[in-house]
């Protein structure tokens, strides 16, 4: 799958653990940066992953930062992306199955590398179920 993926300075660490096991498991993976810890601001991120994912370029994207809550808001802003910021396993599942969601941020301060790829797999396993899930999500799109 090929994968968009972003962190700021707050969730470079994260996410450079990320990168590296995705493509380890075979993902092709487009890294947006950060390029390091150094103070940096997630919109920019956000926006260029979120970008990737809407035009198509990208399947999924990942985004991490302090808490997700800002990458969340600011990927969001793009037509055609639906971000979910995860907090748990069940969350992340039901976000793609129920919502379709097409880009998940995380919050580097709640989560340890572990449990992040574990939400991160979810996130790519899980299909979505269509049905009458679609026809809320075209209504989302159409917002």
């Excluded at 994207?61 to 969001?76: D, K, Q, R």
Aim: glycine residues 8%; hydrophobic residues 45%.
């Amino acid at each position: 799958m090929k994968i968009a993926i972003g962190a700021d300075h707050a969730g470079f660490f994260l996410k450079e653990q990320l990168r590296r096991e995705l493509t380890a498991a075979g993902h092709d993976v487009r890294d947006f940066g950060a390029e390091s810890p150094e103070s940096s601001d997630y919109p920019d991120f956000a926006r260029q992953v979120a970008q990737a994912v809407a035009a198509g370029e990208c399947e999924r994207g990942i985004l991490v930062c302090f808490t997700g809550v800002g990458m969340s808001i600011a990927a969001n802003r793009v037509p055609g992306v639906r971000a979910a910021l995860a907090y748990n396993s069940d969350v992340v599942e039901l976000t793609r199955r129920h919502n379709d969601a097409n880009v998940l941020t995380l919050g580097a301060k709640y989560l340890n590398a572990a449990r992040a790829m574990e939400w991160v797999r979810i996130f790519l396993e899980t299909p979505f179920e269509g049905g009458r899930h679609e026809r809320r999500v075209r209504k989302i799109d159409a917002c």
